[in-house]
């Protein structure tokens, strides 16, 4: 009978005491979090080494050894993460508005004669504008990150942790 007693006395004890919390660490890389804060939209930026990041169903936390920072799931609107950089972009951009630029000055130049739009050398003004545009946005591009945004202000209440943490393991550093 003691055995017994002893037996269910600890299986009702470890049953009582057992872990039911349902925290999850991700390692993640440089990211920015935009949150509502006093009524505020606010964007906190966390740098580009590897940010330890535990989501519980409630709250997220950063590495307390490194940010004092803490925020209630249901506050976050955006989740991004660094993607590269703007390069083609910055020099598409950039590249399109020489080629216009060239393409109206090389049109309407004449060195003679009143100025009459000529196709042949608006293409030729156009393309010669275009690359040194475009070498000048794609080096500006260089400098400028990207960044892959996910928007989770929709998601109910309920729902944002497991979304939080299938964004975070798409995005999880290994190291």
Request: aromatic letters at 16%; a positive charge.
């Given at each position: 009978m003691k055995t017994l007693?002893?037996?269910?006395?600890?299986?009702?004890i470890t049953s009582l005491f057992s872990q039911t919390d349902s925290a999850v660490t991700f390692g993640l890389p440089e990211m920015?979090?935009?949150?509502?804060?006093?009524?505020?939209?606010?964007?906190?930026?966390?740098?580009?080494?590897?940010?330890k990041f535990t989501v519980t169903p409630g709250f997220l936390y950063?590495?307390?050894?490194?940010?004092?920072?803490k925020v209630k799931l249901n506050d976050i609107n955006t989740v991004s993460f660094k993607n590269g950089t703007n390069v083609w972009s910055a020099a598409g951009v950039t590249g399109a508005v020489g080629f216009v630029l060239g393409f109206f000055a090389g049109g309407y130049f004449t060195l003679h004669g009143t100025p009459k739009f000529n196709f042949n050398n608006a293409l030729a003004g156009g393309l010669f504008f275009a690359?040194?545009?475009?070498?000048?946005?794609?080096?500006?591009?260089?400098?400028?990150?990207?960044?892959?945004?996910?928007?989770?202000?929709?998601?109910?209440?309920?729902?944002?942790y497991e979304a939080l943490k299938r964004i975070f393991l798409k995005h999880q550093q290994k190291r």
């Open positions: 007693t002893l037996l269910f006395y600890l299986v009702f920015r979090i935009k949150q509502k804060e006093k009524g505020k939209v606010v964007t906190y930026e966390f740098d580009n080494s590897l940010n950063p590495d307390t050894n490194k940010y004092r920072y690359v040194p545009f475009a070498i000048v946005g794609g080096v500006v591009g260089l400098l400028i990150p990207k960044y892959e945004d996910y928007d989770v202000k929709k998601i109910p209440a309920k729902h944002k």
